[in-house]
């Protein structure tokens, strides 16, 4: 410690013309600021961000998903529940009664996107507010993950509005397999 | 009747004092949590709103109001009630009460411009800043807890401490004007080796009157417990210090009490060293501003027109901003920026009818009979004494303003002092310095007395 900073006064200057030079910046550049100011504006997602999961369909309407049980045996958390059933058109084909998963034991590792071979559950919706009042209501069942990106639509219009190329690739419904 | 009009002009100074000390609360809250979050490069509250109007967090504040209303008052079995209630009671009363003597302008219809015509304003500031030590004390005390004790305690022995060092900055001024009568003290710094008026007349542009600036300024720190003095909340050490048990409104006026005691720190220290309700400008004294009400009234009208304008322009460019992009087209928000756009050309346009005003020579004929259109003969001429007033307290009111400022600026700045180099400083450092301050001061005195007069 030199004398000029024993003396502290001079210091003392020093550090208020800081704090100042930062208000003064701050009133004049406001976009300075990194706070988000959520909700409602909203931190754009990186594009392989893993949200919450959602279930693809065909054409027809009916789920991709064949019930071949490759999902719940790969997930580490143990969190997927599928109750299959028989396609009464084609004997040869399942399908899921019941796809649920709880998301409060889900560890978003993503091993069920990767594991599927059929392509229809992905993680792509960068949905990260996943919270509900009951247990019960985390967990997340087939209608709920197949219809999860129409409640998106609205916010995601909202959100982007200025700039599409920003809103998650879920929004556009591409089936394209997230690479 | 006509005995009864002294009674009222005392009476409307005292709801003038009160209202003026507290508008100005809110208004420190708002700047507390705003300038912080401007020097912790954050946003700040932006939040509430009414109507969709944000006021850039001006709305927390009141919304502040209601949820200290609304809160459970606990009473605490523990505490010794009859102190415990009237500890907050102290606090804030005794930093109102201060106010009383500080002179906010010269005279208006011969009407001294301050509560009470103390002779000796100086000398009951010093005593009623003693004084606010027992709320505080009487809070520590009466809440029986280890933690608040400590707090009050702490409060207690700093105050007394800087309380030497303040006063012998106070003894300073007492010498370069020999008066403690502050409406005589800042008679002193508007005349002067300078024109009247001027800036360097001011007390503060005197080597020991800079010197007693700097220790006097930094014992009211001390004086209103705020950082980097403030270990008597210590909130890291002591939850909250002397306010710990109180809750709901008794904790608001603790609140209020302590930006209460800023703002009467900050317009003692404006009267001692920025002559109080002195222009600063050369020639422009009380005098000036009389005889020229109809000018200063035009100028001051078309002067803020052009900020008026520039402040409309951006209140209408913030409309662009991506906050309003990323909200829905039919938020209620969206009307802000065109609220302020029509509020601050609204003023322009009051502004320019105010300068008009003064060209067209109204301010200075402004009277009693002017007003009931005729039915009074031969009535007082109030209005250049009104410009007058309003200008002096503009002025004033300004100083205040950046006093407190440099409160909170100084606050978010500086980190908090351990409890033995608060008093290293008080009593090792501060207390000699006064003391030699004092003495050349007081050399300065009679040199000047002997050989220049």
């Known amino acids: ?179 | 009747m006509e005995e009864a009009i002294p009674y009222l002009i005392v009476l409307a100074k005292c709801v003038f004092a009160v209202a003026f000390v507290m508008q100005i609360v809110p208004l420190l809250i708002w700047a507390e949590r705003k300038g912080s979050a401007y020097i912790q490069d954050r946003p700040g509250p932006n939040r509430a709103d009414i109507l969709g109007i944000r006021a850039g967090g001006l709305v927390h504040t009141l919304v502040d109001v209601v949820k200290l209303i609304m809160k459970e008052d606990i009473l605490p079995d523990h505490v010794n009630w009859f102190y415990w209630f009237i500890a907050p009671v102290i606090a804030m009363t005794v930093s109102l009460c201060t106010f009383i003597v500080v002179p906010f302008g010269d005279t208006f219809l011969g009407y001294d411009l301050r509560v009470s015509a103390i002779d000796g304003g100086l000398l009951y500031v010093l005593a009623m800043t003693s004084l606010g030590v027992y709320g505080i004390m009487l809070a520590g005390w009466a809440s029986n807890n280890k933690f608040s004790l400590l707090g009050g305690l702490r409060a207690s022995a700093q105050m007394v401490s800087y309380e030497l060092a303040m006063g012998l900055s106070a003894a300073v001024i007492f010498l370069l004007s020999g008066s403690v009568s502050l409406q005589e003290i800042v008679g002193q710094q508007i005349t002067g080796f300078f024109p009247n008026g001027t800036l360097l007349n001011w007390n503060v542009f005197s080597p020991w009157g800079f010197v007693a600036f700097i220790l006097f300024w930094t014992a009211a720190f001390a004086e209103t417990n705020r950082t980097p003095f403030d270990l008597p909340e210590g909130e890291a050490e002591l939850v909250a210090g002397y306010h710990t048990e109180y809750s709901s409104l008794r904790f608001a006026l603790f609140f209020m009490a302590e930006y209460a005691n800023m703002i009467v720190a900050a317009s003692v220290t404006t009267t001692l060293f920025f002559g109080g309700y002195s222009t600063g400008l050369p020639f422009v004294d009380g005098t000036f501003l009389r005889a020229h009400a109809d000018l200063v009234v035009a100028a001051a009208g078309f002067g803020a027109v052009p900020p008026l304008l520039f402040f409309a322009s951006v209140a209408w460019k913030r409309r662009n901003r991506p906050f309003y992009k990323a909200i829905p087209a039919d938020d209620i928000r969206h009307r802000e920026p065109k609220f302020f756009t029509g509020l601050w050309a609204g003023l322009a346009v009051a502004h320019v009818g105010l300068g008009l005003a003064g060209l067209l020579g109204l301010p200075g004929k402004l009277s009693l009979n002017l007003l009931s259109m005729g039915a009074i003969e031969d009535a007082t001429v109030f209005g250049p004494d009104l410009v007058a007033a309003v200008v002096h307290l503009t002025v004033f009111s300004v100083k205040v303003l950046i006093g407190c400022w440099f409160f909170i600026w100084v606050r978010w700045t500086i980190v908090r002092f351990r409890y033995d180099q608060l008093m290293a400083l008080g009593w090792k450092r501060m207390l000699p310095m006064a003391l030699a301050n004092l003495f050349v001061a007081a050399l300065w005195v009679i040199v000047k007395e002997t050989f220049l007069v």
């Open chain 1, 1 to 179: 410690m030199n004398s000029s900073e024993a003396i502290y006064l001079w210091e003392v200057v020093k550090g208020l013309a800081l704090t100042m030079s930062h208000v003064i910046k701050n009133i004049f550049q406001p976009e300075r600021f990194r706070t988000i100011e959520y909700p409602d504006m909203r931190k754009p997602m990186a594009a392989r961000y893993r949200g919450a999961h959602r279930l693809l369909t065909r054409p027809d309407g009916a789920v991709k998903c064949v019930a071949c049980m490759c999902c719940p045996t790969v997930c580490p958390a143990k969190c997927i529940t599928i109750i299959a059933g028989e396609n009464p058109d084609d004997p040869a084909e399942k399908f899921p009664i019941e796809f649920d998963i709880d998301m409060l034991r889900c560890i978003y590792c993503g091993f069920c996107v990767e594991a599927c071979p059929k392509d229809a559950i992905r993680m792509d919706t960068r949905i990260y507010e996943i919270n509900a009042f009951t247990r019960q209501d985390m967990v997340h069942n087939k209608p709920y993950m197949v219809n999860l990106m129409d409640g998106l639509k609205p916010r995601a219009e909202t959100v982007y509005r200025d700039d599409p190329k920003a809103a998650p690739s879920g929004y556009t419904f591409d089936e394209k397999p997230v690479v």
